[in-house]
């Protein structure tokens, strides 16, 4: 089955940390995301690639860096990890060339605790 | 930059009534509207969306309404049943920020038998 994974589910971790998620695609799909979850506020758009060499911030990248190794993986770190980071954070992925090109595939999801 | 309010943010129905959740955008540019359903501990995936070129949109007991004028589109669910319990998030883009989404906060809505 074609579909996004994240690495890992789910995460403790201490304030001052570095820490990686990692997302994988068996999609095929071109286009990647990193989105935060937090209650009440939806989700935020923190970084996005549309290729392997076009990596972009999004709306609330402070704080976080990402890495776009070949097409089906992208990983999100967190330098220096701090208590506000503490959320759900999903992987997504879409097809720029595919009929349903807007569409949006997201991974399970990583709950991250930064203590 | 755009923004997008959904309301309400939570929302209780009989089972066999409808619901409407409404969003409404401010960036008169945006062109594609879709509707995310999250079930609880679940990802969110797309249910319906809707381009500017439409007003009306219906998948079996779902629809979704635009109104460009308004800035505002609303999705309907008709006969509620207890899976339609989930979070739904709409959203707003357009083709000029390459169609990056912008999410409205969610609404719950919650199934009573």
């Known amino acids: 089955d074609a579909d996004v994974t994240q690495t890992p589910r789910n995460r403790i971790t201490k304030t001052g940390k570095r820490i990686m998620l990692e997302c994988s695609q068996t999609?095929?799909?071109?286009?990647m995301y990193w989105y935060r979850q937090d209650p009440g506020l939806g989700l935020q758009l923190i970084y996005y690639s549309f290729d392997v060499k076009d990596i972009n911030k999004g709306e609330i990248s402070d704080g976080y860096s990402v890495s776009r190794q070949a097409q089906a993986k992208f990983s999100l770190s967190l330098e220096s990890a701090i208590p506000n980071q503490t959320a759900l954070y999903f992987c997504?992925?879409?097809?720029?060339?595919?009929?349903?090109?807007?569409?949006?595939?997201f991974g399970p999801g990583t709950r991250l605790t930064v203590l | 930059g755009e923004n997008v309010e959904q309301h309400p943010s939570t929302l209780s129905v009989q089972e066999g009534d409808s619901a409407v959740i409404k969003c409404t955008y401010s960036?008169?540019?945006?062109?594609?509207f879709p509707w995310y359903k999250q079930e609880l501990g679940k990802r969110p995936q797309l249910i319906i969306d809707?381009?500017?070129n439409v007003g009306e949109k219906k998948d079996q007991r779902i629809a979704v309404t635009l109104n460009k004028t308004a800035k505002h589109f609303s999705l309907h669910i008709t006969e509620t049943q207890p899976e339609d319990s989930a979070v739904y998030f709409c959203?707003?883009?357009?083709?000029?920020?390459?169609?990056?989404?912008?999410w409205g906060a969610g609404t719950k809505l919650i199934i009573k038998p």
């Open positions: 959203a707003a883009s357009k083709e000029r920020s390459n169609y990056q989404l912008i």
């Open positions: 960036d008169s540019a945006s062109n594609y």
């Open positions: 999609k095929g799909h071109d286009r």
């Open positions: 809707i381009r500017s």
């Open positions: 997504a992925t879409s097809d720029s060339a595919g009929a349903h090109y807007n569409e949006q595939f």
